[in-house]
C-alpha cells in the first residue's frame, strides 16, 4: 500500500504559479501541504533547465551534462528533462516540484517520464503543478486547483475529476469568407516524392512520400528530432533543403521561379512563438486585420470593410465586446484564437498550426481545438495541425506520422474515418 503523499495541484493560464513554488521551497506554511514546511524540495520545469543552460553559456558550467561533455544546448527537450532528473535525483531532496513535466514531449518520452515519476512517487513527495488533467500522475493521492492565488483543496479524488470535467465548446456563427478569394487551380499543395534530407552528413529524412490535397486535414507526428519542423520548413520556404529535391508545392516544383514571398502568400502560419514574444500595443480588431497585410499588429489605417469583416471574426470566437481591448490584456487561450483567426481572414490555401496547444490548460486547449475543428468544416483551407499531444476531439481525416530509423526518419499516412 502507498504511504507516501503525491500533490496535484491543477492550475491554468492565469496561476499564480511563481508564488506557491516560492513558497514550497522556501519552507513557507502552505495550507494543505503543512508536511512539507520543514522538509527540502528540488524543482523540476523548463525555467530550471534554462537556467542551467544560461550557467553554461556564461561560465562553461555543465552541471547537468559533466559526464557526457554534451552541452545542454544541443540536447532534445526530452534529453534535456532526463539530465535534468538525474541531477536532482542525486541531491539530497525531500520532495520534488514538477511544472508541466510533459509539455513538448513526444509519447515516448512522456511515457518513459511518467514510469520514471510513479517509481520515484513511492519513496519520494512529487507535487505536481499541470495545466492539462490528463498528466497527473497515477500514483496522485491529495488534489487541489490553483484559481488566481486561492488554491483550493478537494476531499477525494472523485470530487476533484468531477468538479473539473471539460464542457463542451461552441462558438457564434459561421466562418466569415475572405474579402477577395484566392484562386486554386490545383488539387495538390505539397507534394514530397521521394525526398531525404540530411544535416552535416547525418540522414534525417529518408524518401520522404507525401501528398497534401485541396481541403484535406492532416496531424503531422512524430517524436522529438524526427524531423517534423524540417518538413514544415520546407513547405514555407524557410529552408534550403527542398532545392534540387522532388518536392511541389501549389503546383510548382521547387526552384522553378517562385519566391519565398510567393508561397508565404498562400500560407497561413501560427505557432505560439509569434505571441509569446508580442508585447505591442494593438487591440484584438486591429490584431485580426494585421493578417490582411501580413504583419502582426496593424501598421496602416484600416478600411471600414476590413474592419468589419474583423468584427464578424470577433463574433464567431465570441470576442466582440472586447474588440477595443488590448491584445497583450488577452488570456494566452484567447490569444491564440485571435492569432489563428488572422492567419485564417484572407482564407489561405493551407494553414499550419505548429503546437498550438502547447502549453494551454484545459479549458484554453478544448477552446482551439474546437476552432480548428470548426474551421476544416467550414472552409475549403487545407490544415496542417502539429503537435506532440494527441488532443481530445480534434478531428483531422489523416495522420502523416514520422517514425525514426538509424538512416532517416520515415513516413507514414493514416487515414481513419470521423466518428
Same mark, same amino acid.
Given at each position: 500500500?502507498?504511504?507516501?503523499?503525491?500533490?496535484?495541484?491543477?492550475?491554468?493560464?492565469?496561476?499564480?504559479?511563481?508564488?506557491?513554488?516560492?513558497?514550497?521551497?522556501?519552507?513557507?506554511?502552505?495550507?494543505?501541504?503543512?508536511?512539507?514546511?520543514?522538509?527540502?524540495?528540488?524543482?523540476?520545469?523548463?525555467?530550471?533547465?534554462?537556467?542551467?543552460?544560461?550557467?553554461?553559456?556564461?561560465?562553461?558550467?555543465?552541471?547537468?551534462?559533466?559526464?557526457?561533455?554534451?552541452?545542454?544546448?544541443?540536447?532534445?527537450?526530452?534529453?534535456?528533462?532526463?539530465?535534468?532528473?538525474?541531477?536532482?535525483?542525486?541531491?539530497?531532496?525531500?520532495?520534488?516540484?514538477?511544472?508541466?513535466?510533459?509539455?513538448?514531449?513526444?509519447?515516448?518520452?512522456?511515457?518513459?517520464?511518467?514510469?520514471?515519476?510513479?517509481?520515484?512517487?513511492?519513496?519520494?513527495?512529487?507535487?505536481?503543478?499541470?495545466?492539462?488533467?490528463?498528466?497527473?500522475?497515477?500514483?496522485?493521492?491529495?488534489?487541489?486547483?490553483?484559481?488566481?492565488?486561492?488554491?483550493?483543496?478537494?476531499?477525494?479524488?472523485?470530487?476533484?475529476?468531477?468538479?473539473?470535467?471539460?464542457?463542451? +465548446?461552441?462558438?457564434?456563427?459561421? $466562418?466569415?469568407?475572405?474579402? !477577395?478569394? &484566392?484562386? /486554386?487551380?490545383? #488539387?495538390?499543395?505539397?507534394?514530397?516524392?521521394?525526398?531525404?534530407?540530411?544535416?552535416?552528413?547525418?540522414?534525417?529524412?529518408?524518401?520522404?512520400?507525401?501528398?497534401?490535397?485541396?481541403?484535406?486535414?492532416?496531424?503531422?507526428?512524430?517524436?522529438?528530432?524526427?524531423?517534423?519542423?524540417?518538413?514544415?520548413?520546407?513547405?514555407?520556404?524557410?529552408?534550403?533543403?527542398?532545392?534540387?529535391?522532388?518536392?511541389?508545392?501549389?503546383?510548382?516544383?521547387?526552384?522553378?521561379?517562385?519566391?519565398?514571398?510567393?508561397?508565404?502568400?498562400?500560407?497561413?502560419?501560427?505557432?505560439?512563438?509569434?505571441?509569446?514574444?508580442?508585447?505591442?500595443?494593438? +487591440?484584438?480588431?486591429?490584431?485580426? $486585420?494585421?493578417?490582411?497585410? !501580413?504583419? &502582426?499588429? /496593424?501598421?496602416? #489605417?484600416?478600411?471600414?470593410?476590413?474592419?468589419?469583416?474583423?468584427?464578424?471574426?470577433?463574433?464567431?470566437?465570441?470576442?466582440?465586446?472586447?474588440?477595443?481591448?488590448?491584445?497583450?490584456?488577452?488570456?494566452?487561450?484567447?490569444?491564440?484564437?485571435?492569432?489563428?483567426?488572422?492567419?485564417?481572414?484572407?482564407?489561405?490555401?493551407?494553414?499550419?498550426?505548429?503546437?498550438?496547444?502547447?502549453?494551454?490548460?484545459?479549458?484554453?486547449?478544448?477552446?482551439?481545438?474546437?476552432?480548428?475543428?470548426?474551421?476544416?468544416?467550414?472552409?475549403?483551407?487545407?490544415?496542417?495541425?502539429?503537435?506532440?499531444?494527441?488532443?481530445?476531439?480534434?478531428?483531422?481525416?489523416?495522420?502523416?506520422?514520422?517514425?525514426?530509423?538509424?538512416?532517416?526518419?520515415?513516413?507514414?499516412?493514416?487515414?481513419?474515418?470521423?466518428?
Amino acid at each position: 500500500m502507498q504511504s507516501t503523499r503525491n500533490f496535484a495541484v491543477l492550475i491554468n493560464n492565469a496561476s499564480n504559479t511563481s508564488s506557491l513554488i516560492h513558497n514550497l521551497l522556501h519552507q513557507v506554511f502552505v495550507e494543505g501541504f503543512e508536511e512539507l514546511t520543514q522538509k527540502k524540495g528540488a524543482l523540476f520545469s523548463r525555467k530550471e533547465i534554462e537556467r542551467f543552460m544560461d550557467e553554461e553559456e556564461r561560465h562553461d558550467l555543465k552541471i547537468l551534462t559533466h559526464s557526457t561533455h554534451q552541452s545542454l544546448k544541443s540536447m532534445s527537450s526530452g534529453e534535456q528533462k532526463k539530465a535534468l532528473l538525474n541531477h536532482l535525483m542525486d541531491q539530497n531532496t525531500d520532495f520534488l516540484v514538477l511544472v508541466n513535466p510533459f509539455d513538448n514531449l513526444d509519447s515516448a518520452t512522456q511515457t518513459y517520464l511518467k514510469e520514471e515519476f510513479c517509481s520515484i512517487g513511492t519513496n519520494k513527495t512529487l507535487v505536481q503543478l499541470v495545466s492539462r488533467s490528463e498528466d497527473i500522475l497515477p500514483i496522485t493521492t491529495d488534489f487541489f486547483k490553483l484559481e488566481g492565488n486561492t488554491l483550493v483543496q478537494y476531499t477525494s479524488k472523485e470530487s476533484f475529476w468531477e468538479a473539473n470535467q471539460q464542457n463542451t +465548446t461552441s462558438f457564434s456563427g459561421s $466562418i466569415p469568407p475572405p474579402l !477577395d478569394p &484566392i484562386p /486554386l487551380d490545383y #488539387l495538390e499543395l505539397v507534394h514530397f516524392d521521394g525526398v531525404s534530407v540530411s544535416f552535416e552528413g547525418r540522414k534525417v529524412l529518408d524518401t520522404i512520400q507525401w501528398k497534401v490535397k485541396q481541403g484535406e486535414f492532416w496531424q503531422l507526428i512524430g517524436p522529438n528530432g524526427s524531423g517534423k519542423t524540417t518538413l514544415l520548413s520546407m513547405i514555407t520556404g524557410d529552408s534550403h533543403k527542398g532545392y534540387g529535391e522532388k518536392l511541389s508545392l501549389f503546383g510548382k516544383r521547387k526552384g522553378s521561379g517562385e519566391s519565398v514571398w510567393d508561397l508565404k502568400k498562400k500560407i497561413g502560419y501560427y505557432t505560439p512563438a509569434m505571441t509569446d514574444k508580442f508585447g505591442g500595443y494593438h +487591440t484584438l480588431e486591429h490584431m485580426v $486585420i494585421s493578417g490582411l497585410h !501580413d504583419s &502582426i499588429g /496593424l501598421y496602416v #489605417l484600416p478600411t471600414q470593410t476590413e474592419k468589419l469583416l474583423a468584427r464578424e471574426w470577433l463574433k464567431v470566437l465570441n470576442l466582440y465586446d472586447k474588440r477595443d481591448q488590448l491584445f497583450r490584456e488577452l488570456s494566452a487561450g484567447n490569444k491564440r484564437l485571435v492569432m489563428t483567426a488572422r492567419a485564417m481572414i484572407k482564407h489561405p490555401p493551407l494553414l499550419i498550426l505548429d503546437e498550438p496547444t502547447a502549453g494551454l490548460d484545459d479549458a484554453g486547449a478544448a477552446l482551439f481545438v474546437a476552432l480548428v475543428n470548426k474551421i476544416a468544416q467550414e472552409s475549403h483551407t487545407t490544415i496542417i495541425f502539429v503537435s506532440h499531444r494527441t488532443e481530445a476531439g480534434l478531428n483531422p481525416q489523416f495522420n502523416y506520422v514520422l517514425n525514426m530509423k538509424p538512416t532517416g526518419s520515415v513516413g507514414k499516412v493514416i487515414h481513419y474515418e470521423n466518428p
